[in-house]
C-alpha cells in the first residue's frame, strides 16, 4: 500500500496558486479520503461546469486608476468583515488532518477568514468556536430528530455562533458514484461528534413504498422547517444550496437574511448549471433585498471578482482550502486564503475596483458566460 507523505511544515515556492495544491494533498490522503473529497455527483458535469464557467468569462482591464486607500473589507449581517472569502462548511475534517476543524478555525483566525462549520464536523462546535477570532457561522443539516436540531441551534448560539446557515440542497447524499467506486466509508475515530445522543429515525417501509420518497426523504426538511427556525433564533438565517430563482422568491418572503448560491460543488445532482450561471436569475429575484453568497468552482481571485460583479457580496470556498489543509494543516489552509486574497487584490487594481463596491457589471466582457 502507498504511504502518504508527511505533512509540509513550511510551503516551497512551487505553491504559487490553488491548485497547485490538488496534488499535495493527493499524496498525503489514502483512496478512501480522496473519493469523498474529490466526489461530483454522477458524471461530474456540474462539478466540470463550475470551475469552467470562470474560466469562459472574461474581464475587461482598466488601466491608470488612481488605487490608493483601496481595500476588500465588507459588511454582512451586521458583522464586519475584512475580505470576501469564506470558508464552506466540509463535513468531518479529520478525515484529512488529525487535527480537523481546529487547525482550519486557526488559520480562518490568523487570515481574518468567516468560516462556516459544518453539523457534521469532527470536533464539537463548542470547542470549534472557542478557538474563533473571525466570524464563524453554523451550517445546518435539519435532522429527523426536530427536538435535538432545535438544540444543535441553541448549542451553536450560546457557543457564540454569528449566523446559521441551513443546506436545502442535500436532504438526501447524491449519487456519487466516484464515492461508491472507491467504496467510501468513514474510517474509525472520525465521526459527526455534534449529532451524538440524538434519536435515530426508523421508517419501516410497507409494500409498495419508495426508498427514496417514502424513507430517505420521510424526514427531510421542508419549507415549514424554515418558517419553524425564523422562529426559533435570533441569528441572521441563510439558506446555502439555493438555485431556483423560485426558492429564492419564497425564502424572502419567509424572512430569510441571506442567500447561498450553490449546486454543493456538483455533489448532488448532476447536470444542475455552474453556479456562475445561476447566480444572475436569482440576484433578478432578490433585486439587492439581502446579501447574496456563491460557492463552487472558486480557484481565483479573478473568480470572485466575475461573482461580485454579477451579483454576489461574497465568496466560499471548499475542497481548496482542504487541499491546503492534508497538505500542511492550518499553514496550508492560511496560505490558501492568503493566495486567494493576494490574488483578488491583484484582479481589482487591474480592472480599476479600489473597493468591493466598484465591482459592477462593467468589469465583465458582456455575453460570454
Ligand atoms: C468533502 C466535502 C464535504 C462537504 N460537506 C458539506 C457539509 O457538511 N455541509 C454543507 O452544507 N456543504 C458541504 N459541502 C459543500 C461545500 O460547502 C461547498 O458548497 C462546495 O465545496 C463548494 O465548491 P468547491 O469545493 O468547488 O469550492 C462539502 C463539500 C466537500 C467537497
Not at 493576494?342 to 455575453?367: H, K, S, Y
Request: with cysteine; aromatic share 6%; net charge negative.
Amino acid at each position: 500500500m502507498r504511504q502518504p507523505e508527511p505533512y509540509l511544515t513550511t510551503i516551497p515556492p512551487v505553491i504559487a496558486a490553488l491548485t497547485d495544491y490538488e496534488p499535495y494533498a493527493r499524496a498525503r490522503l489514502d483512496d478512501n479520503a480522496w473519493a469523498y473529497l474529490h466526489s461530483g455527483a454522477a458524471d461530474e458535469i456540474t462539478f466540470r461546469a463550475n470551475r469552467e464557467a470562470f474560466d469562459r468569462q472574461c474581464l475587461q482591464g482598466r488601466a491608470l486608476v488612481d488605487m490608493r486607500g483601496g481595500h476588500t473589507r465588507l459588511n454582512l449581517f451586521g458583522h464586519a468583515f475584512e475580505h470576501p472569502i469564506l470558508l464552506a462548511p466540509v463535513a468531518y475534517q479529520s478525515l484529512f488532518h488529525p487535527e480537523g476543524e481546529l487547525a482550519t478555525v486557526r488559520a480562518a483566525a490568523a487570515m481574518d477568514a468567516g468560516m462556516v462549520v459544518s453539523t457534521l464536523a469532527s470536533h464539537p462546535l463548542e470547542e470549534i468556536a472557542s478557538h474563533a477570532y473571525a466570524p464563524l457561522w453554523f451550517q445546518l443539516y435539519v435532522q429527523p430528530d426536530r427536538e435535538f436540531t432545535l438544540d444543535l441551534v441553541l448549542r451553536a448560539e450560546q457557543a457564540g455562533y454569528q449566523a446559521l446557515v441551513v443546506t436545502v440542497d442535500a436532504p438526501l447524499a447524491g449519487i456519487r458514484n466516484r464515492e461508491q467506486r472507491a467504496g467510501f466509508r468513514l474510517p474509525a475515530g472520525v465521526s459527526a461528534v455534534n449529532l451524538q445522543g440524538m434519536r435515530q429515525s426508523q421508517t419501516q417501509l410497507v409494500e409498495g413504498q419508495s426508498v427514496v420518497f417514502d424513507g430517505l426523504m420521510a424526514h427531510a426538511p421542508t419549507w415549514r422547517d424554515i418558517e419553524m427556525l425564523r422562529a426559533a433564533t435570533q441569528l441572521p438565517l441563510i439558506l446555502k444550496g439555493i438555485s431556483s430563482p423560485l426558492d429564492a422568491a419564497l425564502a424572502l418572503e419567509l424572512g430569510v437574511d441571506g442567500l447561498i448560491v450553490s449546486n454543493h460543488g456538483g455533489r448532488t445532482l448532476d447536470t444542475l448549471p455552474s453556479t456562475l450561471e445561476l447566480l444572475p436569475a436569482i440576484a433578478a429575484t432578490t433585486q439587492g433585498r439581502v446579501p447574496l453568497l456563491l460557492d463552487g468552482g472558486i480557484r481565483r481571485g479573478t473568480d470572485i471578482l466575475k461573482a461580485i460583479a454579477l451579483g454576489a457580496s461574497a465568496v466560499l470556498i471548499g475542497r481548496p482550502f482542504i487541499y491546503g489543509l492534508a497538505t500542511a494543516g492550518a499553514l496550508g489552509v492560511a496560505h490558501v486564503l492568503r493566495l486567494l486574497r493576494d490574488e483578488l487584490e491583484v484582479a481589482m487594481a487591474l480592472t480599476g475596483c479600489r473597493t468591493l463596491a466598484d465591482i459592477t457589471p462593467a468589469v465583465l466582457i458582456a455575453n460570454n458566460t
